[in-house]
T-cell receptor, first 110, second 113 residues
Framework: KNEVEQSPQNLTAQEGEFITINCSYSVGISALHWLQQHPGGGIVSLFMLSSGKKKHGRLIATINIQEKHSSLHITASHPRDSAVYICAVSSHNNTDKLIFGTGTRLQVFP | ETGVTQSPTHLIKTRGQQVTLRCSSQSGHNTVSWYQQALGQGPQFIFQYYREEENGRGNFPPRFSGLQFPNYSSELNVNALELDDSALYLC????????????FGSGTRLTVV
């Protein structure tokens, strides 16, 4: 079993829909990261959080430390949101090493 | 200079050859990590350098080696290339010991034939 699990693996949506991607982890963490990867491969860091909730534009990330679970929400989705969204955690044992989930591939159609 | 720059962007090598991938860290970042991402998979940690010293390593054989230079730029070297080494290699930098996040490069796509 992977230390970081994401669901769903693939997600399609119509433009304007509200989207939720989930991440569960089994290790003690110092922080959880949500990343966005476009087809060219480059990764953009969206959020780093260790508690509560963060919001940036149409993106919202929440984390529940007790349940070892995080969600990434996209409101009013747009075709340009199409990408792979990756959850990664910094473990307690090595705060600089990231453990990645396998990603959620999102496609938003107009 | 801002951002993390990786070179080359694409590379084709023959099995058994050696390859060097380069990463220029974001200004002010003293920690660099390298990751291997196979097609359809999440990135896997190769190793990390902090102030020119390796301070963490994933489950990769010794033919994967690295360097970090005084200006905090970094190299990943892979000897005796195997077909399974074909992947996207990502470099990420951060400033330690602060608790800020990582800045990622766009990656080098290596194909071994």
């Amino acid at each position: 079993k992977n230390e970081v699990e994401q669901s769903p693996q693939n997600l399609t949506a119509q433009e304007g829909e509200f989207i939720t991607i989930n991440c569960s982890y089994s290790v003690g963490i110092s922080a959880l990261h949500w990343l966005q990867q476009h087809p060219g491969g480059g990764i953009v860091s969206l959020f780093m959080l260790s508690s509560g909730k963060k919001k940036h534009g149409r993106l919202i990330a929440t984390i529940n430390i007790q349940e070892k679970h995080s969600s990434l929400h996209i409101t009013a989705s747009h075709p340009r949101d199409s990408a792979v969204y990756i959850c990664a955690v910094s473990s307690h044992n090595n705060t600089d090493k990231l453990i990645f989930g396998t990603g959620t591939r999102l496609q938003v159609f107009p | 200079e801002t951002g993390v720059t990786q070179s080359p962007t694409h590379l084709i090598k023959t099995r058994g050859q050696q390859v060097t991938l380069r990463c220029s860290s974001q200004s002010g970042h003293n920690t660099v990590s390298w990751y291997q991402q196979a097609l359809g998979q999440g990135p896997q940690f190769i190793f990390q350098y902090y102030r020119e010293e390796e301070n963490g390593r994933g489950n990769f054989p010794p033919r994967f080696s690295g360097l970090q230079f005084p200006n905090y730029s970094s190299e990943l070297n892979v000897n005796a290339l195997e077909l399974d080494d074909s992947a996207l290699y990502l470099c990420a930098s951060k400033s330690s010991p602060t608790n800020y996040g990582y800045t990622f490069g766009s990656g080098t796509r290596l194909t071994v034939v």
